[in-house]
Every structure is written in structure tokens, then in C-alpha cells.
């Protein structure tokens, strides 16, 4: 079982940058799928952003972002300090939730949260317009 802790979410305004960081405990880091979700009020659970170890000899990762967030999300890891961050520019309204960090050894679908198997309490994210 992997702990993961959240951190870095806040109040900012429309058009600003936040970087939220997840921390990991416990499992083997480098191959694990490690994923951002999100969930406003009333609305499910929605896929952010995903890294994954790509199995190759070079340990390169491989990431994946819907394209609401492409161009405006980056997805990145340091396996030495197991830790997950994600960079959010250009933040929009839209973007306000509770951020989730996810991770799992499963190579399935990225994008859905049933690919997991241990998640954070979340942190919580707010764009003000």
C-alpha cells in the first residue's frame, strides 16, 4: 500500500499558476502509475493528468493529459524524493476542486480511477474569477 499526501492547493485568480506536490510513501515508486484527479461539487471524478513508467531500459516515463487541461497542465515526478507534482498555469474558474493524487501498479487505462488503488485526501483548489 502506497500513502500519498497532497499539498500546494489555494486560492488564486483566474489566469494564475499553482503547483501542487504529492508525496509517497511505501511501495516501489519508479513503477508505479502515479495520477492527478479532480472533483467539484456535484460533478464526478474527473481524470487530470498521469506518469508512468514506460518500461524501458532508460526508466523513462511517459505522461498523459486530457486535452482540457493539454497546453496548460504538466505532470512530473522526482522517483528519487517520491514525490508527484503538478504544474497548473493559465488557471481557469472551471478548474476549482479538490485535487487528488493517485497511484497503482495496474497498466490499464490511465484516465480512470479504477487503474489506482491508493489514493490522498485531497487538497483543495480554487480560481476566482
Known amino acids: 500500500q502506497v500513502q500519498l499526501v497532497e499539498s500546494g492547493g489555494r486560492l488564486v485568480q483566474t489566469g494564475g499558476s499553482l503547483r501542487l506536490s504529492c508525496a509517497a510513501s511505501?511501495?516501489?515508486?519508479?513503477?508505479?502509475?502515479m495520477g492527478w484527479f479532480r472533483q467539484a461539487p456535484g460533478k464526478e471524478r474527473e481524470f487530470v493528468a498521469a506518469?508512468?513508467?514506460?518500461?524501458?531500459?532508460?526508466?523513462?516515463?511517459?505522461?498523459h493529459l486530457p486535452d482540457s487541461v493539454k497546453g496548460r497542465f504538466t505532470i512530473s515526478r522526482d522517483s528519487a524524493n517520491m514525490m508527484v507534482y503538478l504544474q497548473m498555469n493559465s488557471l481557469k474558474p472551471e478548474d476549482t476542486a479538490v485535487y487528488y493524487c493517485?497511484?497503482?501498479?495496474?497498466?490499464?487505462?490511465?484516465?480512470?480511477?479504477?487503474?489506482?488503488?491508493?489514493w490522498g485526501q485531497g487538497t483543495q483548489v480554487t480560481v476566482s474569477s
Open positions: 506518469i508512468r513508467w514506460s518500461g524501458g531500459r532508460w526508466s523513462e516515463y511517459s505522461t
Open positions: 511505501g511501495g516501489t515508486f519508479s513503477r508505479l502509475t
Open positions: 493517485a497511484a497503482g501498479l495496474d497498466y490499464g487505462d490511465a484516465s480512470l480511477p479504477s487503474t489506482y488503488d491508493d
